[in-house]
């Protein structure tokens, strides 16, 4: 199992339908409305690390109303 916390800057006003929009996104565990630099904090969890790009890419970024996003893969615990 990966996990990967995705922070993430909304267009204003946006930030509700992008939260709304991302809960429905395969493999997200989690998603936070967060105060700070970040407006979104998703946390990702997988099978593989080459799952997550494709997530990244392909569902997140191309949400409407998402301005920017910085990705943080956890190292496993063992």
Known sequence: MVKAYV???TN???TR?????L???PNVQSVHEVMGPY???VELV?????DIPPILS??????DGIQSTTSLVAFPNE
Do not use: A, N
């Not at 339908?17 to 929009?21: E, N």
């Open 17 to 21: 339908t992008v939260l709304d929009h």
């Open 7 to 9: 922070l993430i800057v």
């Open 46 to 50: 997988t099978d593989t690390l080459t």
């Open 39 to 41: 407006d979104i904090v």
């Open 58 to 63: 392909d569902r997140i970024r191309t949400v």
């Open 23 to 25: 809960r429905g996104i």
């Open 12 to 14: 204003p006003g946006s």
